[in-house]
């Protein structure tokens, strides 16, 4: 009866496949095939997440405890935010766990980023910009966050190179934010692709933080050159 019934869900799941790539171009079938057999995306419909990217912090989160109860947290490149729906959870800054402490949530990105109880968004801002900085400043408790997370990244313009040089430069931009934002003894956490200018990128946070691993969850893609810093113990740079 098991084989049976598992027969039977695969032959509907094969209908389903083939009607949705129906009219496709052979990279958006790639494309769909793909998301339709990934399990963390479909974990990630089960559990209520944006999208498969949260089990990268899960993962990571899990693993170093990053996030704490009443931690403040800023997430950049927020849409569509599946980060920050992490966050608010392990943060409780939706005062869920009335015995723990009540974190702050604050998300920003250039795109449009949907509601979220225990978040506040800062759509259509730049991170970059010395005026979101400002406003940030304005909205953390007490002017400062214990964690920055980054999963941005860049349009992909399809020339590897240009790609993973202006993934670096975004991340490099977030040592300037963290020494307007980011607390003594804070963390850091941000995606970069793998290329020629990691380990510029590693000697600057290892001039500022005290601790920087490389990361690459399971959640990530195998054939993804997608890997992660983990920067911790901010230490303010001395001018």
Not at 83 to 89: D, E, G
Not at 128 to 136: F, I, R, V
Not at 144 to 154: E, G, N, Q, W
């Amino acid at each position: 009866m098991w084989t049976v019934c598992l027969q039977t869900r695969g032959f509907h799941s094969s209908l389903s496949l083939m009607k949705k790539l129906k009219g496709k171009s052979a990279a958006e079938q790639r494309w769909l095939t793909r998301q339709l057999k990934d399990p963390y995306v479909k974990a990630s419909h089960a559990l209520n997440f944006r999208c498969r990217s949260a089990f990268k912090l899960l993962e990571i989160d899990d693993k170093f405890r990053l996030l704490q109860p009443g931690h403040t947290v800023v997430d950049c490149g927020a849409a569509p935010g599946a980060w920050s729906q992490v966050a608010v959870q392990r943060v409780n800054s939706a005062g869920t766990d009335p015995e723990l402490p009540c974190g702050t949530v604050i998300g920003i990105d250039l795109l449009s980023i949907p509601p979220l109880d225990g978040a506040h968004f800062l759509s259509s801002h730049d991170v970059t910009d010395p005026a979101t900085h400002s406003k940030l400043r304005e909205l953390l408790p007490s002017g400062r966050a214990h964690v920055i997370l980054s999963d941005m990244a860049p349009n992909a313009s399809g020339i590897r190179e240009m790609d993973h040089e202006r993934l670096t430069m975004m991340c490099l931009s977030l040592t300037d934010l963290a020494e307007k934002i980011l607390q003594p003894g804070g963390s850091l956490l941000c995606k970069y692709w793998d290329g020629i200018l990691v380990q510029r990128l590693q000697e600057k946070l290892l001039s500022v933080f005290g601790s920087v691993r490389t990361l690459k969850p399971n959640a990530s893609r195998k054939d993804s050159a997608e890997r992660y810093f983990l920067a911790r113990m901010y230490r303010k740079p001395v001018k």
